[in-house]
Each structure stands twice: as C-alpha cells, then as structure tokens.
T-cell receptor
Framework: ELKVEQNPLFLSMQEGKNYTIYCNYS?????LYWYRQDPGKSLESLFV?????AVKQEGRLMASLDTKARLSTLHITAAVHDLSATYFC????????????FGTGTRLQVFP | EAGVAQSPRYKIIEKRQSVAFWCNPI?????LYWYQQILGQGPKLLIQ????????DSQLPKDRFSAERLKGVDSTLKIQPAKLEDSAVYLC???????????FGPGTRLTVT
C-alpha cells in the first residue's frame, strides 16, 4: 500500500529565509504532484513531476523528484508572507495512475 | 474556462440524516473524482468515474455512501445515514482523459452534529 509522508508538518519561518519541505513515499511511482491550499479554499496545482531528476521552478518555489530515493522536495527561497498556506504532495498509484495518495500536508506560516 | 462547480458550499445535518452533494466538472472532462478531506489531513479519493463508469471506488464506504454520474457529466455523492466521522470537506475534481492534471472544485464543507 502506497504511503506518503511529509515533513515538517508545521513550519514557521521568517520572511527572507530559505527552507525545504520533504515528501517521502513508500512504493514505486513516476508521478508526483505539489498542491497549495489556502484556509477554507480548494487545492491549487503547483507542480507535476513526471520523471526521475525532474526539477520545476515557479517564482520562489522549486520542486524536485528523485524516484530512486522515493523523495521529492519543495524548496522555498526568500520566503514572503504570501506563501503562507498548507502544501500537499501527492503521489500517483502505480496500478491506477489517476489515483492520487496525498501526504498529510505542511502548514507554512511566514512572518515578518 | 469555467472551473469545477460544487453545491452546496456548506451543509450542517444531524447524525443519521441524509445529504447529497452535486458536482459539475469542467466541460469536456471525462474523468471525475470525489475526495474526502478531514480537517488536518490530505484529501482521500472516494470514487473515480471515467465518463459514467466507475474506475475506482475501493475507499468508498458503500454501506452509507453512494455516487452516480448518469450522463457522464454531472455527479452526485450521497451519504445515508450520516455519522459524526463524516464531517469533512468533500472535494470534486475533474480531468481530461489521459492527462495528468486534476482540477479541483471549491468543496462542500459538511458538519454532522
């Protein structure tokens, strides 16, 4: 059974600092997603990573995928308050690639 | 392009009552998903439709939950009877066939008292 773990669960960071969120998963998969969720809102897609070594960047966020280590990272550069949200990684099941297994989320708070 | 629509946005019911949620996916999207998101957790897939056929309902509590997508477009998710542990946000998502991206609706927040 595919399990997805994120750490940390909570992250409070100062504006301007850098930090990394980690996503580990338990079985083989070649597709990993990162989503953002604001309080009371739905999920917003950030990145889809499709192959080993994939790296994608958008603004202050950069995501990478290492399928051999079953690890993805979401790196935050020079954090700003607007990045405060909950970030989820989700991994596609190997037997049904449309079925996403979500991690528990990382709640990020950026303060001045 | 209009996004995934869901209604109602909020619903409060007592345990043992019934409730139904409605989802209208993005036009042309053949695949539709219902997720349950309990507070503090990530979404969990309940059921996946491809057109009007069920692809995966392995995590749907079939003794109380049912879902249908009769014409391959709109979908309804029903809970009968509701339990306290059904309190959650129910998210609908849709995607084009054979593509990677799932688009999520705003969700329905259900509170069971």
């Amino acid at each position: 059974e595919l399990k997805v773990e994120q750490n940390p669960l909570f992250l409070s960071m100062q504006e301007g600092k850098n930090y990394t969120i980690y996503c580990n998963y338990s079985t083989t998969s070649d597709r990993l997603y990162w989503y953002r969720q604001d309080p009371g809102k739905s999920l917003e897609s950030l990145f889809v990573l499709l192959s080993n070594g994939a790296v994608k960047q958008e603004g202050r966020l950069m995501a990478s995928l290492d399928t051999k280590a079953r690890l993805s990272t979401l790196h935050i550069t020079a954090a700003v308050h607007d990045l405060s949200a909950t970030y989820f990684c989700a991994v596609a099941s190997s037997y049904n690639t449309d079925k996403l297994i979500f991690g528990t989320g990382t709640r990020l708070q950026v303060f001045p | 392009e209009a996004g995934v629509a869901q209604s109602p946005r909020y619903k409060i019911i007592e345990k043992r009552q019934s409730v139904a949620f409605w989802c209208n996916p993005i036009s042309g999207h053949a695949t539709l998903y219902w997720y349950q998101q309990i507070l503090g957790q990530g979404p969990k897939l309940l059921i996946q439709f491809q057109n009007n056929g069920v692809v995966d309902d392995s995590q749907l509590p079939k003794d109380r939950f049912s879902a249908e997508r009769l014409k391959g477009v709109d979908s309804t998710l029903k809970i009968q009877p509701a339990k306290l542990e059904d309190s959650a946000v129910y998210l609908c998502a849709s995607s084009l066939a054979m593509t990677y991206e799932q688009y999520f609706g705003p969700g329905t927040r259900l509170t069971v008292t």
